[in-house]
């Protein structure tokens, strides 16, 4: 077994280097399965974010003023560094936040093909060229960075979101001041310490543990910082949306999610039955994307719940990095709280509970923040456990006499993220496509996985319009230049001097 990399404790990454905290708090990183206490980061505070974000601002000038392409060499090593340390890496994340070993294996993959991809951009980040209405002159836009860039991501994901958000904003001249999850600090001080050792210049890449209260809002309100990158939950982003707001400052906005999938009477049975158990209960149920809603039409509700009861029930419950090991843990005792919570409400509101709905607590499961995979019947589409994302492993059956209701239940919520459809008619499904309105739709899979190069992101309460992934990250992290160059030798006044 690899040992885990060694992790600089204790220490914010300011202007190139390891530095004390400006006071002597600490937050500790424990195991969600066991107990076991893995570390120490700095509980940082407003002075130690402006430290950070001058360090991001003095290097800015000479970082934006680097090629692109020079820019983007760099990133490249930083992907072969975490090629190299992929199974060091995921073994952390796996005792660090508790999804199993081989979810954290994609995830720090995730991070691999978005640095691969999102280098790439650096001998292109197009801009065009287009004719101008007046004669010899020319017309075009560039790309242009904005400054230093706040990022804040959640623990679910800890290597894959930060390399949504840091990557892009690194390739097209920024730099940036990164605030990881406070479950999952020793990861974003490991992926930091990675980009460093690439070769980044003091100051393009600092990190600051803590607190969302302390640290995030130090960030989010900091005077020098131009753009704000947040994924979490809706409540906490449209409070950054509001500051930001007020601040005249951009901000990318990636929230919550109600997802749900539409199970057809012409529907493989087997092949949706596999998806919607990895959908709904792979990372413990802990993802934005997760399918915490089923809705089947009635000719197959019966079959279908047969199937899932006995997949969910089936599910082995452990350690993730065992290798029999199915669930995770929950992050944290809060998180376990919040989804029996729901679970309450949910038998409360008169849905009926099919399976789990209740702490796991046997033997060395006892040390840990473990919860029974859970299905509810009989949901009704107005229920809180319908329309409030639970962040769990929990799922909910609704039933359906018609596409045209499925489809209108699944757009029944404030969120918009991800949605799936199965059935084997093309024409069902391509009509499915263009009415759920939400930013992605899969049909026959789950409501689970991106692909780096599309582009990721919701409507409605799930963002703000802006999208990670895919070329169109690259408008969150810069400015559009218009360029106009008159040859002509005269006064040229467009819209003007048009007869």
Known sequence: MLELLAVPQGRNYIAGRWVDPVGDRMLTSVNPATGEVLGVAPDSSAADVDRAVRAAAEAWPSWRATPAPRRAEILFRAAELLVRHKEELARLATREMGKILTETRGDVQEAIDMTYFIAGEGRRLHGYTTPSEMPHKAAYCVRAPLGV?????????????????????LVC?????????????????????????????????????????????????????????????????????????????????????????????DADLGLATDALIWSAFGTTGQRCTACSRIIVHREVREALTERLVARAEALRLGDGLAPDTDVGPLVSAAQLERVHRYVEVGTGEGARLLTGGRRVTDGALARGHFYAPTIFDQVRPEMRIAQEEIFGPVTDLIEAASLEEAIAILNGVRYGL??????????????????????????????????????????????????????????VFSEWKAVYIDYSGRLQRAQIDKD
């Open 149 to 169: 860039v706040a990022v804040i991501t959640p623990w679910n994901f800890p290597m894959a979101i930060p390399s949504w958000k840091i990557v892009p904003a």
């Open 173 to 265: 001249g920024n730099t940036v001041v990164f605030k990881p999850a406070s479950y999952t600090p020793l990861l974003g001080l490991k992926f930091v310490e990675l980009f460093a050792e690439a070769g980044l210049p003091p100051g393009v890449l600092n990190v600051v543990t803590g607190p969302g209260e302390a640290v995030g809002d130090a960030l989010v309100e900091h005077p020098q910082v131009r753009v704000v990158s947040f994924t979490g939950s809706t409540e906490t982003g449209l409070r950054l949306a509001e500051k930001c707001g007020r601040l005249g400052k951009r901000v990318s906005l990636e929230m919550g999610g109600k997802n749900a999938a539409i199970v057809l009477p």
């Open 418 to 475: 991800s949605a799936s459809i199965f059935t084997r008619d093309v024409n069902t499904a391509m009509r499915a496509i263009d009415e759920i309105d939400t930013g992605i739709v899969y049909v026959n899979h789950g409501t689970i996985g991106a692909e780096v190069h599309l582009p990721f992101g919701g409507t409605k309460d799930t963002g703000n319009g802006h999208r990670e992934g895919g070329l169109q990250v690259l408008d």
